[in-house]
């Protein structure tokens, strides 16, 4: 049976098996926590506590500073020891809440008590949610309770749970989707509440079946919910191309997924938004992936928000050989880390330690015009040209030729023959072009 | 952690596929028709021509593109097999008993004058052999078309039916035992080749399909034997058409990045063929057609870019 997806896109190696098997683990952090005030898309947080304060589990340590912002708790209960700029995963400095754990994990009042949701009105569902801090996990980091309040909710037809996965190596996703599968349908029906004429869809693709299975057996007798099987290919996951294949509907850069009548959250998102409505838990964890071959043993674990990727390291037991590459994130769309000595966020998914850089052995060649990159372009574009165009600077061909469209998954770059940088040359002009379009 | 980590953008892997792997691919699709051109011309006529000017063609090609880098001071890459290529296939472009020093200044001319002076490898503007073999058409117009088939010497199967002074065999046509140059005369092979292109996605089917479609249409409506599909068969078994059409004409350098531009560059091929072959003065008319239409790949992107995701129907293009 052929399953629904988009056109375009490439079948890197997968990687999965190193750690689809293994149990999520909870993982207690020994260290300082640090907190990002700047862990979202939008305004930094402001931090609402000062040195020597003491601060409990789920604490609001930093308050939303804008429409588009998130707040920040405490993942500990403990002594702040600083409020200071601290180098972020990307070689950045920000304002960082620095607390020192003090082991005990007090919580605040209700923390993980239960809560019935369908007492809330829609209004307190979504402060709730603003409240957490939550916001997109799959990478974006766009506060959720801005993508929970559209301006027709009364237009939403699908709200799509997001458990393609489709990058490589990752498999928090999948983990969760088989040891919680409760979690995931108890925050779609919270996110259902507030579309009355919606109807929830967990989108999986078909290298998942487990997955698939026990999300089937969990959306047994939800009328509203259903498991939508996707095809295979990156990137499946992707916001425009994951609705593609679930609705059929398509969007451009200039559209909202609420304009084609959709919400998308991410499997992690959808079970923050659970923990948070009706378990009084903010956003304070997340699960990661440790993997790749220069891991002793890959691990699925479930982490404190602020532990330091280097504590973490050793809950994977360590290298086993010096890696070359480490990577936030997966190896299509993920970031190379030079210092493990940064704090995980909201948007870590995994810890991704290669002991041999692909990208280092390959020296880029002329391109030969073959046209691979059009061919797996999901955006329909023609990355061959605009490579051109971007390296000379000609940022005015470079949005004729539909630059702006292009989302920097990194299929051209993985498909190229020549080995040519193509997504980072994009990278670079997309910034140049968004940056000369604010000034105007 | 001491030791140093590797920073690079993203994506973090790479694809197996290489400029080297794609280009001995085509060199392997080309062995078929490269063995049966060797048989057919050297082994049955007992005449060692054939053979040495397929050696002969690649060997100075990708001389000719050692000297020229090192000469230079270029990046060397002739391991990347595209001088082979090239040199390959000119040398099954050629009459098996052309004249070996004019093939080796035709591989000069399309490695040198049509490949490294406009920049090398992915520049040229125009298919580097069909380059050359047009440049020796008109420099040695007697020697390109003298054809010779088992010790005899006559014209090619497309020219005795547009003079009639024959009528070829269509069996002979599609194997190939029949006179031509020396790698276009089978038909199964070249198809043997052009399937294996087909299969490991090298190339496309838009290019060839629409190329050899547009042709036979061209063929039935301007070709003034009716719907005579045994004229029609031997139209498209005959001449360069289907080396050109699998081989030439996809050449990724020369030809349209944008799948409308691949499209519209087999059609406006398979029109130029039908025109050449049926209004003009010689039999042949794949090579002329291609590299006409090779100098409009410009032309056929600019107005062939896609519709981006989403933006279908959309007017404004903002």
């Keep these: 049976m052929s399953q629904a997806t988009f056109r375009g896109g490439v079948h890197p190696y997968e990687g999965k098996e190193l750690s689809s098997e293994l149990p999520i ?128 909710p009364d237009q939403i037809d699908y709200v799509l749970v997001n458990g393609a996965e489709c990058e490589p190596y990752l498999t928090s996703d999948y983990r969760q989707m088989l040891e919680c599968p409760e979690e995931i349908v108890g925050g779609l029906k919270v996110i259902l509440k507030l579309f009355d004429k919606a109807k929830g869809l967990i989108c999986i693709e078909d290298n998942k079946p487990e997955a698939i299975a026990k999300m089937e057996a969990a959306v047994s007798g939800e009328n509203r919910i259903a498991v939508k ?97 480490i990577i936030s994130g997966g190896p299509m769309m993920g970031f190379a880390m030079f210092d493990l000595n940064v704090p995980v966020t909201k948007t870590s998914s995994s810890i991704l330690a290669m002991t041999e850089d692909e990208v280092a052995q390959n020296e880029p060649t002329p391109c030969i015009r073959c046209g691979r990159c059009v061919t797996v372009c999901p955006g329909n574009l023609v990355p061959q040209k605009m490579a051109e165009a971007a390296m000379n600077n000609d940022y005015d061909t470079f949005v004729s030729l539909n630059g702006m469209e292009c989302y920097e998954c990194g299929s051209c770059t993985y498909a190229c023959p020549a080995k040519r940088p193509l997504t980072q040359t994009f990278k670079q002009a997309r910034q140049h072009v968004a940056a000369q379009r604010r000034k105007k | 952690m001491s030791n140093l980590l590797n920073i690079s953008s993203s994506p973090h892997v790479r694809d197996k596929s290489s400029t080297k792997s794609i280009m001995w691919d085509v060199f392997l699709a080309l062995m078929p028709a490269t063995i049966f051109g060797i048989y057919n011309f050297s082994v049955r006529a007992k005449d060692i021509n054939a053979v040495l000017l397929i050696v002969v063609c690649i060997a100075t090609c990708v001389l000719t593109e050692y000297i020229w880098q090192k000469a230079m001071k270029l990046p060397l890459t002739v391991s990347d097999g595209s001088a082979a290529l090239t040199g390959l296939l000119l040398a099954l472009n050629l009459s098996s008993t052309f004249p070996v020093w004019m093939a080796i200044l035709g591989s000069v001319f399309a490695i040198l004058i049509v ?101 036979a249409v061209f063929a039935l409506l301007f070709g003034g034997h009716g719907a005579d599909m045994g004229y029609l068969a031997k139209e498209l078994c005959g001449g360069g058409l289907i080396l050109g059409a699998f081989f030439m004409a996809t050449d990724y350098v020369t030809s349209p990045i944008t799948p409308k531009g691949q499209i519209v560059f087999g059609i406006l091929l398979g029109i130029l063929t039908g025109v050449f072959r049926i209004f003009g003065a010689s039999a042949e008319g794949v090579s002329y057609a291609i590299i006409i239409c090779n100098l409009l790949v410009p032309l056929i992107e600019r107005v062939t870019i896609p519709v981006p995701f989403g933006k279908e129907g959309i007017k404004d293009g903002k």
């Design chain 2, 115 to 215: 490949k490294q002076l406009f920049g090398g490898l992915g520049q040229n503007f125009m298919n580097p052999a069909l380059g050359a073999r047009c440049f020796l058409m008109v420099s040695f117009a007697g020697q390109m078309t003298s054809f010779t088939y088992d010790g005899v010497t006559g014209a090619t199967p497309l020219a005795m039916i547009k003079n009639g002074s024959g009528d070829p065999q269509l069996i002979d046509m599609f194997l190939g035992t029949i006179g031509g140059t020396i790698g276009e005369t089978s038909t199964l092979a070249l198809l043997i080749g052009a399937a294996y292109l087909l299969y490991r996605k090298i190339i496309s089917w838009k290019i060839p399909v629409c190329y050899i479609v547009t042709f």
């Design chain 1, 25 to 152: 683990k909870t993982v207690m952090p020994k260290g300082d926590l640090i907190f990002p005030m700047a862990q979202h898309i939008g305004a930094p947080a402001a931090p609402v506590v000062a040195k020597g304060d003491k601060v409990l589990v789920g604490q609001k340590i930093g308050e939303a500073s804008g429409f588009i912002s998130a707040n920040i708790c405490s993942s500990v209960s403990g002594t702040v020891k600083a409020v200071e700029p601290r180098m972020l995963l990307n070689g950045s400095t920000a304002t960082c809440v620095v607390i020192e754990n003090d082991g005990e994990y007090t919580g605040i009042d209700g923390l993980g008590q239960d809560r019935d949701y369908t007492k809330l009105s829609n209004d307190e569902i979504r402060e709730i949610v603003k409240e957490a801090g939550i916001v997109g996990m799959g990478g974006a980091g766009f506060p959720t309770n801005v993508k929970l309040a559209p301006k027709q």
């Design chain 1, 229 to 325: 099987v996707l095809k295979t290919k990156y990137p499946q996951g992707g916001e425009r191309t994951l609705i593609s294949a679930a609705t059929g509907r398509k969007i451009y850069s200039a559209k909202l997924p609420a304009d084609a009548g959709c919400i998308v959250d991410n499997i992690s998102t959808v079970i923050a938004i659970y923990r948070a409505v009706c378990k009084q838990t903010p956003l304070i964890t997340r699960v990661m992936t440790l993997t790749g071959d220069a891991f002793q043993t890959p691990v699925n674990v479930d982490v404190r928000l602020g532990c330091s990727h280097a504590e973490l390291v050793e809950e994977g037991g360590g290298f086993k050989q010096n890696p070359a590459k």
